[in-house]
Nanobody, 115 residues
Framework: QVQLVESGGGLVQPGGSLRLSCAASGISYSRYAMNWYRQAPGKQRELVASITSSSSTNYADSVKGRFTISRDNAKNTVYLHMVSLKPEDTAVYYC?????????WGRGTQVTVSS
């Protein structure tokens, strides 16, 4: 059974930081590209950051320089380190694993940036 379990979300003040984690099980993790998406209320889900099986990374323009994606293949875990958070970063953040036609999602973790 494939599981992607996100953790690390919460309430943070503007300018603060959070680190999200996503633990994967039931897949050959090292083969998968791992992605973080987010969805704010009333908006479409958007790709925030991605990391390939060879650890090449890519970021949405809105988070470049503030967010860092990384992976630990020994722990089957992908991270999203977020700094200088803004109210517009408020959303549910989803972990996604992709390999060929295989595509798995976590249930999401809420990130709220507010004073």
């Amino acid at each position: 059974q494939v599981q992607l379990v996100e953790s690390g979300g919460g309430l943070v003040q503007p300018g603060g930081s959070l680190r999200l984690s996503c633990a994967a099980s039931g897949i050959s993790y090292s083969r998968y590209a791992m992605n973080w998406y987010r969805q704010a209320p009333g908006k479409q889900r958007e790709l925030v950051a991605s990391i390939t099986s060879s650890s090449s990374t890519n970021y949405a323009d809105s988070v470049k320089g503030r967010f860092t994606i990384s992976r630990d293949n020994a722990k089957n875990t992908v991270y999203l380190h977020m700094v200088s958070l803004k109210p517009e970063d408020t959303a549910v953040y989803y972990c996604n694993a992709k390999y060929s036609f295989l595509d798995y999602w976590g249930r999401g973790t809420q990130v709220t940036v507010s004073s």
